[in-house]
């Protein structure tokens, strides 16, 4: 992956390159503290160690058993969005589906639309006690058994060593595949948790990681080395001068989902403390026609980041009489949507507006694992320079078991807060 910073500098947040070279000896600490969280592989910092110790066999062997129309991932957050984004992205005659919202009207019709005896489950969670997951999965086994279908023969548990979800697969004697020590949910697509529906559509394991790896081994203590980094180092210091919002733009359709996994990782990794960048989602060229207008002239409180692959399938546009349109006619859509992605670039640099170009050569598995990879790092080292603990999300926990003891699934004080009885932070 390429990473363009050039339009981050000198713009109406007044980023210029000496602050950018200071702030580059404090890379170099970060990365020190990341490369020593990697060696001992703590909890978080593990993740980036990923290409080099995800083991894709059992992941494939899972897999070989199935021969499915349809490969459903029932999980949610960080158990479903990697698996999204890789198999939203790539073509597979394998359908992809997720069940993550328990929406009770998208739920029942999303069900009803398999066939579920031409489909393979892969129910995750890390914790294993998730309630929207477990929920859902509950409905889904339940359909299979109403049609007849043997939910046990069709069924991958993806999970950590306890929980819900470890005791249904050792009672059932489920196939299991284990979440890896140490890897939060939201860095977890380059593991077992995001790699079993991409290996069920066909995709290409050793290349993601290959990917991956080549983006891993480009951290180094300068940001000017790794475009992850660089993205980082520059997203936090124009977070510091007042880019509260981060524009995550693609310019590509396979990759509208890689914007949703980009912004969970942004906003629970970096939120805390009063702290963080909120991230918005857009998508070129469609965006150019609504946000746009915000990103040039509303408040100079963003960085838009622009990513696209250098190559595409392309569409020619056929030749038009129609007066006026004649320079459409022997271009291709490609082009066109070259054009945009450039005017837009341009327009923002003209009106100061602070853009971050990334580039990765093709939406194919490799490209995808310099991506992941490279924004994964981006987060880290924003983390580690702003001081926030980049692997925890107890606003997100504080939720879940709100949610739980309502139910009556265990006693909370988050429950009890929610009723009215007490104030907790
Ligand atoms: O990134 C995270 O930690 C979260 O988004 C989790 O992935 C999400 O809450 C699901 O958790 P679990 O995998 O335990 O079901």
Redo the contacts with the bound molecule.
């Keep these: 992956m390429k990473a363009d910073i050039g339009n981050a500098l000198d713009g109406a947040l007044g980023l210029d390159r000496a602050a950018l070279d200071d702030l580059d000896e404090r890379v170099a600490d970060a990365h020190e503290r990341i490369a020593g969280g990697r060696r001992e592989s703590e909890h978080g910092y593990a993740a980036l160690s990923l290409p080099e110790t995800c083991d894709p066999e059992p992941i494939r062997r899972a897999a070989a058993g199935f021969d499915p129309e349809t490969v459903l991932t029932v999980?949610?957050?960080?158990?479903?969005?990697g698996a999204a984004t890789v198999t939203d992205a790539l073509d597979s005659p394998v359908d992809a589906r997720y069940l993550d919202n328990v929406d009770p009207a998208w739920v029942r019709d999303l069900v009803a639309d398999l066939d579920l005896s031409e489909t393979v489950v892969n129910v995750?969670?890390?914790?294993?006690?998730?309630a929207?997951?477990l929920a859902n999965f509950l409905v889904v086994r339940e359909a299979m058994e109403s049609a007849g279908v043997d939910w046990t023969e069709r069924t991958v548990v993806t999970?950590?060593p306890e929980?819900n979800?470890r005791s249904m697969a050792e009672t059932h004697d489920l196939p299991a595949l284990d979440?890896p020590d140490g890897v939060?949910?939201?860095?977890?697509a380059l593991s077992t948790?995001g790699l079993f529906a991409a290996a069920v559509a066909g995709h290409d394991l050793d290349e993601l990681l290959a990917g991956a790896a080549s983006e891993a081994g480009k951290l180094s203590g300068s940001l000017y080395d790794s475009p992850g980094y660089a993205y980082g180092a520059v997203s936090y210091a124009l977070g510091e001068r007042g880019a509260a919002v981060n524009a995550m733009m693609p310019y590509a359709e396979s990759l509208e989902r890689f914007a949703e996994w980009y912004a969970?990782?942004w906003a629970?990794?970096l939120g805390k403390d009063g702290r963080g960048q909120t991230p918005a989602r857009a998508l070129g060229a469609t965006d150019q026609h609504s946000q746009l207008q915000l990103y040039r002239a509303g408040p100079a409180d963003k960085l838009v980041t622009l990513v696209r692959p250098l190559e595409s399938p392309d569409t020619g546009i056929p030749e038009t009489d129609l007066s006026g349109l004649e320079y459409l006619g022997g271009s291709t859509l490609g082009d066109l949507l070259d054009a945009e992605f450039r005017a837009t670039e341009a327009s923002l640099a003209a009106a100061g507006r602070e853009n971050v170009r990334l580039e990765i050569d093709r939406v194919d598995e490799r490209g995808l694992g310099e991506l992941l990879y490279a924004m994964e790092a981006a987060c880290v080292v924003y983390g580690e320079l702003a001081d926030v603990s980049t692997f925890t999300?107890p606003a997100?926990?504080w939720g879940?078991k709100a949610a739980r003891g309502l139910l009556g699934g265990g006693e909370f004080e988050e429950a009890e807060a929610v009723r009215g009885k007490r104030r907790l932070e």
């Design positions: 999980g949610i957050g960080g158990s479903a969005l995750v969670s890390r914790s294993g006690t998730t929207e997951t999970t950590g929980g979800l979440v939060p949910g939201r860095f977890s948790v969970q990782l629970e990794s999300q997100v926990e879940k």
